[in-house]
């Protein structure tokens, strides 16, 4: 039986944790929301947006969801506002806000 | 009783003293016996002296040690007489046997104050004649046996013949050149 | 406890006399258990073994992937890569190669990964020598590793028989390290018995971890970061997995003897029942020490030897009960630790001593750095030290080394 590691946290005795740490999931990052950490938001404006795709992969947060080709707007739990998307956009479509309100 | 010989090899890297003593482990094993072999590692190269040793026991052999004082030693190579003390530690009723062409009064002329056993054997002569190069191995192997008594003569070259076969399995023509020259080691020191 | 009698009584499988040095047993002893990975680097005086198992792989004799890498700090990586992913895994090194795989050593315990290690002590440089002292293992005892070491080359081989049933238990799940003395066994050709192949693959068993990085459908990580809320709960899990493993070595030592007719434990115990005088040490010169017990008992002299077998995980309390009947005790260290106490050894017994309120006297030897020989001589000088101090004699000078030129 595999443990639950959603059930481990900083208050559980070292008897509830699993041997050598062992993370049984995949993906468990999706868990962690690091929108939190965020104080410069960016805001897309889809009129500027050409499709052009190159801010996608800049990401480093992987918080730019692509969908049939195309992108929309942010995946906010987990954009750390770095602003890179901002920088690399060649048509303004992404600015920066000060704050991390949405 | 226990009954135990200790025996030190003296050669030069490259010459097989190592290998006459694995040898020489191999053959006592295959009679019963409780055996050890094994050199003594520096940093060698070819033609520096080395040292192995045999251990051969009726009982289990438990010391890790080299040997001190040996009952047996054997000189593959006599130019070390001169750079080697050879019969350091040899006990008196042991002896000392010499890969040369000389007798052994020549050889006990070089050894000033040793009083042992000393049984020469041309076993470089031996190997040429038997094999056509100079590896004394066998030669040298057989001396010990007929020497130290280890092993009967018939018993002897029927293992050793088989020891061959196994060893030389991808080239059989020096099987009967190895036996010849264990044989005619034995009948030189016999 | 008696051990390298082959008694063959009431034993299960029959014992097949053989003649090999050390490594050619251990090597053999990989051919017979036939892991599935050993990535290795070849150092003096280990190299026979990944040589001669490169031989029975090319013969067909073997199935195992090996993975010659660029170092032996490769060799351990590849060793965690291979192991997490699920594979049986071992490698062999000596020395200077133990040490390049120093910080890979504490990987693979902390994330409970057991490998076999096979491990031919050499001395580490300097003076630069290739000849053998433990300085290497003991270089690695706060490693997390389990550590057996081995008096002549049966035991050597079978103690690498019983690794890996100890190092992949459910209740251990820990790296091991089987060594044995670099040259002094492992090039010295001697009698031994051998297990037949079947029986060897029926104790030894296959590997089905429960959790493993290619176990398909179910992913899983392995050896994240850990904030510092974490670590400490992972290491006292990690502490206890070793002291577990003291009853699963135990265990596995009394399956073996059903199956072998040779028992094992922690350690071994020669002629100190009613001992006054006891040596305790490690490796091949334990055997040299036996014959001057032996020596020394028909001279009227309650000598004996205790044989440190396991060392870690360190059995301190059933040294020091082992202990507690005589006047004095020998400890004798084959590596210098600088610390007051000559070697590793001289200080855990003595610490062990203590805690368990045995009140003996402890004398401190340093011996066979670099490969100097111990002689039988050399042991009963030892015991002549220990006698002529309780005889009313002075203390002898600790932490001396057993025949320094002066």
Redesign the interface.
Known sequence: MRTDITNINKQTPYTGLTEALEVYAGGTSVHFNTGDWRNNTPVYHADKCRQCLLCAPCCPDSSIPVTDGKRAGFDYDHCKGCGICAEVCPFDAMEMKAGNEV | MKQQIEIRWHGRGGQGAKTAA?LL??VA?KFGK??????E???ERMGAPITAYNRISSD???????I?DPDYVAVVDETLIQSVDVTAGLKPEGALIVNTPKSSDEIRAQLPGFEGKIVTIDARRIAEKTLGKNFPNSSMLAAVVAVTGLLPREEFLKEMRAAYAHKFAKKPEVVEGNMKALEMTLDAIA | MSM??NTNQNTIVEAIPE?M?GNEAVAYAIRQVNPDVMPAFPIT?STEIPQMVSTYISNGQLDTEFIPVESEHSAMSAAIGAEAAGARTMTATSSAGLALMWEELLLAASNRLPIALTLVNRTLSGPIN??CDHSDGMGARDTGWIQIYA??NQEAYDNYIQAFRIAEHKDVRLPIMICQ?G???S?????LYLLPDEAVKDFVGTYEPEEYLLKPHQPMALGPYSETDYVMEAKKNQLDAMNRSRQVILDVADEFAQMSGRSYGFFEEYRTDDADYIMLLMG??A??A??AVDELREAGIKAGVIKLRVFRPFPEKELAKALSGCKACAILDRCESYNGNSGVLGSEVTAGLYRAGVQIRTLNRIYGLG?R????D?AKSVFEELTNWMDGGEEPLQNEYIGLRR
């Not at chain 3, 090039?187 to 009698?191: D, E, G, K, L």
């Not at chain 3, 020989?373 to 039988?376: G, Q, Y």
Request: net charge negative; no cysteine.
């Open positions: 694995l482990a191999d094993f409780n055996v050890q072999g094994f050199p590692y520096g940093p289990p052999i438990r010391v890790h040690s080299n001190y | 390298n009698e003649r040095s005086p290739i000849n008096e002549n003395d040259f002094i066994t090039h010295a050709v001697q009698n091949s010169a055997g040299t036996k014959d490969g020989d111990f002689t039988v050399s």
